[in-house]
């Protein structure tokens, strides 16, 4: 009943797939209920829109078919999308530890949990930008106004405050325009921060589609050349990730999160395909 209650929470969100549900109903025979998971899975990869909920649901499914080299690479793909996403980077870290290997090297996920989405942070950049330049342009013009009362025409709030010695009226009025002043670089640094973490999102997309992801699909050895004659390079075993360089015929060139470089096969890795639609 346990297993049946977890099996149940793990599918959750993508029950509208009616290979799913065939599979939950014969949860019983695990050999049939992993056949149907897998073609859900497969249904859900060639037609699903590319979304981090997408690969969130692609790698429940590739679990519950008994793939989990398969299921790390959707959340892998998925974090690339959205590399703050919390649900993705604790499914991701929950499959990893279902492997066990002592030989497993895994890379971080780029980013941090909880990391803004891109359009949040191209919508606040937006906003602060304008109300910081909005904001020194108001500054400006009411340190004209009062160096105009005053009988002193100034650029800016400093010389205001010079001038203004005498006159606490002339004071309050220039301690304002620096408060005002400290509004809109307040302003300028949170662009500066949204600024800065949109491009680190978008050189995050960059690397995966120059450099993307791989995933071993079963214990093999990574060899020093693009056939199988070549010397080995080093073991790999189930789920090791790697990022792919470049692809010659049927054969991959790999990099080892350690540096190493070599050759596997195409059919040993999972490497991700494009939904259709």
Not at 65 to 74: F, K, S, T, V
Not at 98 to 111: H, K, N, W
Not at 195 to 207: F, N, V
Request: with cysteine; glycine share 10%.
């Amino acid at each position: 009943m346990r297993g049946a209650l977890l099996l149940m929470v793990i599918v959750g969100p993508v029950l509208g797939n009616d290979e799913f549900e065939r599979g939950v109903e014969a949860r019983d025979r695990p050999a049939l209920a992993r056949q149907h998971f897998a073609r859900a899975a497969d249904r859900l990869a060639s037609h699903g829109s590319q979304t981090p909920e997408h690969y969130l649901n692609l790698a429940k499914a590739r679990y519950l078919a008994d793939e989990l080299p398969e299921a790390i690479l959707a959340c892998r793909v998925g974090l690339a999308l959205r590399p703050g996403d919390r649900e993705l980077r604790r499914q991701l870290a929950w499959l990893r530890q279902q492997l066990r290997g002592p030989d497993l090297i895994f890379e971080s996920p780029s980013g941090f949990p909880g990391m803004p989405h891109a359009g949040w942070l191209v919508l606040v950049f937006t906003v602060a930008y304008v109300a910081g330049w909005m904001i020194q342009g108001a500054v400006k013009i009411e340190a004209f106004v009062i160096s105009f009362r005053a009988g002193s025409v100034s650029d800016g709030p400093s010389k205001i405050v010079a001038h203004a010695s005498g006159s606490e009226l002339r004071r309050r009025m220039a301690a304002r325009l620096q408060n005002t002043s400290r509004l809109s670089w307040i302003c300028f640094l949170i662009a500066a921060a949204t600024g800065g973490m949109w491009l680190w999102q978008h050189a995050i997309r960059t690397e995966e589609t120059r450099s993307p992801l791989a995933v071993v699909r079963a214990d093999t050895r990574l060899l020093q050349g693009n056939g199988p004659s070549f010397g080995v390079v080093r073991a790999l075993p189930r789920g090791q990730e790697l990022r792919v360089q470049l692809q010659r015929g049927d054969w991959v060139q790999v990099r080892h999160p350690q540096g190493a470089v070599g050759w596997l096969p195409r059919e040993a890795l999972a490497v991700h395909a494009k939904p259709q639609g």
